[in-house]
């Protein structure tokens, strides 16, 4: 087998095994409902997460993730209480805003040559501030058109359920994955994260495409505000905070390397449900509490690190070797 | 000797002119800003507020800018602040002595920051990633420490270190003013600073010179946990408890901004540590100031937002090519000889 299938292969073992086990111990885990609630569940974090995986693919980081989710849900309820514009209406237009957010950052990190680390940084204040700006309480989104986004589901034998915004996921996953693999700008993103001195010597357009991974970061945190909003039915400046850790999370424990250039969209999928299913775990359970889903998490990112590196090492000498 | 306190004064003209704009800007909007006075032997006002409220960003931020010196970032401190914490309220609240509490968490602290020099300097991990796994697991670990309750305590000692004040400072100044000053010395007065620099520009090229690089590497790292092991204590002794879910939150970015406000490169090699004591008072003048001058604090993070961006443009490579013909001439080599000396 390939090396770079390497990582990607231990997630999915990890997570079929560790699925394994908890059906085991609790048989009911393997019922479409759970499996419809893990997708329902996890969905503004995997859309989130498909943009963080172009990003660091690229050798970035977008800390900004969690502050545009929080800045969405808070437009969008501003603008349906105050306004009679449509929801659709709305949609469109926090989408493009969000995305020249994303855009701005990619330029400012391009052509001001600033480390992406901190330039989202400036991001996530001035995200979550304008969110505070708009609003600081907590507004609840009664919009009838909500109601019928919520109704939309396709329904799975044995009662589970596959609502629009986990369908959505899949998709948005679907995409990524084709984008990132079939169309010049993905092979332009892995170039560039090989290097960007190499990138640009191999005729990558650097400057447009560091706009355009960064732009479409912006994007999906938008749409994944739009999910975050749909799933809570309101919007509070203070909501999703920290989920560009737990985006960046799911991306290593999916098997894409952090210095960027290798990985795959589809690993981050699989590190999203390995990251619900320890939720689901410890829902199940009921004696174990919350703070062991952060443990484990933390100790799975470790063992994931541990085993890249361990890859590469193995590479290098290979390489020496021949 | 005037010629050094000159060079350190030139080099934190920039940090001092703007904490002087900022202080004159709120005491414009804000009469009876600059009023001190002196209540049961301890000074009161919003200046002494400002130092007192900084301190946790402060010690976070003396750690982060030698971290950030060797080309690193700590990401973990703030979860490291919540880990100290609560290992400090249980130590306290199962009978423990004060001396003892302050031993085990200072020694917890640094235990968590050599684990992220050790992921850095011997895995050779991205120093980013590396405290992010700290980052992540160091909440669950604080709140397993404290059974996911609040946990507070009574004990006088404890609480005097968050609330109480000596030679009419509060304790939390004087706690990091002594503790700034002797890391200070430490890495001035000894070529310890000049190491670090070498790594931070090229651990390679250190490495192959003989310089200890991991060794230096890990000291930066629990010189960093040692430092929000000492933040944690003081923010859990100043709400008489420890908070698992909120100490520290997000106070690794605030440090990492003091450390840039600072004027130290996030590209590692040259650092200050006072600069970044000024950064991190300067970060906190505006938290007061916006606070005491009415203005929404919803405002806040626009604010802090505005001034990294403009701090970052001015300090990018791209923007200072562009501007060099503007730049006067300067007479540098000069200066930094007699720093020489």
Redesign the interface.
């Known amino acids: 087998m390939k090396q770079k299938y390497l990582p990607l292969t231990a997630t999915i073992l990890i997570f079929v095994l560790s699925y394994a086990l908890c059906a085991a111990q609790y048989p009911n885990i393997l019922s479409t409902r759970v499996i419809g609630n893990l997708l329902t569940d996890n969905a503004f974090l995997g859309i989130a997460a498909v943009g963080m995986t172009f990003v660091i693919l690229s050798g970035g980081?977008d800390l900004s993730v969690g502050s545009v989710i929080a800045f969405t849900g808070v437009f969008l309820a501003v603008v349906l209480e105050h306004t009679s514009m449509h929801p659709l209406v709305a949609f469109a237009l926090v989408l493009a805003i969000t995305t020249l957010f994303g855009a701005l950052m990619g330029m400012?990190i391009h052509?001001?040559?600033?480390?992406a680390?901190?330039?989202t940084?400036?991001?996530?204040?001035?995200a979550?501030?304008?969110a505070?700006?708009l609003s600081?309480d907590s507004i609840p989104i009664k919009h009838p058109f909500y109601a019928t986004l919520k109704g939309l589901y396709y329904k799975l034998p044995g009662g589970g359920r596959i609502t629009l915004i986990g369908g959505l996921m899949l998709l948005v996953f679907a995409a990524g994955i084709l984008i990132a693999h079939r169309t010049r700008f993905g092979t332009n993103v892995y170039a560039l994260g090989g290097g960007t001195a190499t990138a640009k010597l191999m005729g990558v357009p650097v400057a447009s495409t560091t706009v355009k991974i960064y732009a479409l970061s912006g994007l999906l945190a938008g749409l994944s505000g739009i999910v975050f909003s749909l799933y809570t039915s309101a919007g509070y400046s203070l909501a999703a905070v920290g989920v560009e850790?737990d985006a960046?999370?799911a991306v290593?424990i999916g098997g894409t390397l952090?210095?960027g250039g290798s990985g795959f969209v589809a690993g981050t999928l699989v590190g999203i449900f390995i990251q619900g299913l320890i939720q689901t775990y410890i829902t199940f359970d009921g004696s174990l509490?919350s703070?062991?889903?952060?443990?484990l998490?933390?100790?799975l990112?470790?063992a994931f690190?541990?085993l890249q590196?361990g890859i590469i090492h193995l590479s290098r000498d290979a390489r020496q070797r021949a | 000797m005037t010629s050094i306190v000159r060079t350190y004064l030139a080099r934190l003209l920039p940090q001092l002119i703007a904490l002087a704009a900022i202080l004159i800007a709120i005491s414009m909007t804000f009469p009876g800003f600059l009023n001190l006075e002196i209540q049961n032997g301890r000074l009161y006002g919003s200046l002494i507020d400002i130092l007192n409220r900084g301190a946790p960003v402060v010690l976070l931020a003396i750690g982060m800018t030698v971290v950030i010196a060797t080309k690193g970032?700590d990401l973990s401190v703030g979860a490291v602040m919540a880990i100290c914490g609560a290992v400090a309220a249980s130590f306290i609240t199962s009978g423990h002595s004060l001396f003892e509490t302050l031993l085990i968490t200072v020694a917890v602290g640094i235990l968590c920051g050599m684990w992220n020099g050790l992921?850095v300097a011997v895995?050779?991990?991205?120093p980013?990633?590396?405290t992010?796994?700290?980052?992540?697991?160091?909440?669950?670990?604080a709140?397993?420490v404290t059974e996911?309750a609040i946990l507070t305590f009574n004990d006088p000692g404890l609480i005097f270190i968050g609330s109480g004040s000596f030679v009419g400072l509060p304790m939390p100044v004087v706690v990091w003013l002594v503790f700034g000053v002797l890391v200070a010395l430490l890495v001035r007065q000894s070529a310890l600073g000049m190491l670090i620099e070498a790594i931070g520009v090229n651990r390679q090229a250190s490495t192959l010179s003989g310089v200890l690089t991991p060794v230096l590497l890990i000291a930066a790292y629990m010189l960093s946990g040692l430092c929000a092991a000492i933040a944690g204590i003081i923010a859990a002794a100043d709400i008489r408890g420890a908070d698992?879910n909120n100490a520290g939150l997000w106070l690794e970015?605030d440090a990492?901004?003091a450390v840039?406000v600072g004027g130290t490169s996030?590209?590692g090699g040259r650092f200050s540590i006072a600069a970044s004591v000024l950064g991190a008072i300067i970060i906190q003048a505006i938290n007061t100031g916006i606070l005491l001058s009415g203005f929404?604090?919803?405002?806040?993070?626009?604010?802090?937002?505005?001034i990294?961006?403009f701090i970052?443009?001015l300090q990018?490579?791209?923007?200072r090519t562009a501007f060099a013909f503007l730049a006067i001439p300067r007479r540098a080599p000069k200066t930094t000889e007699q720093e020489a000396k």
Not at chain 2, 123 to 126: K, N, R, S
Not at chain 2, 316 to 319: A, E, I, N, T, V
């Open positions: 980081i400012i052509y001001l040559e600033m480390p680390f901190i330039v940084l400036a991001g996530m204040f001035l979550r501030g304008m505070f700006v600081i850790l960046i999370t290593v952090l210095t509490s703070w062991w889903t952060k443990i998490i933390g100790a990112l470790f690190i541990l590196k | 970032i992921l895995l050779d991990i991205q980013i990633i590396a992010l796994v700290l980052m992540v697991a160091g909440r669950g670990i709140q397993l996911g698992a970015l990492i901004l840039v996030l590209l929404p604090p919803e405002f806040n993070l626009i604010i802090k937002a505005a990294i961006v970052l443009v990018s490579p791209r923007f």
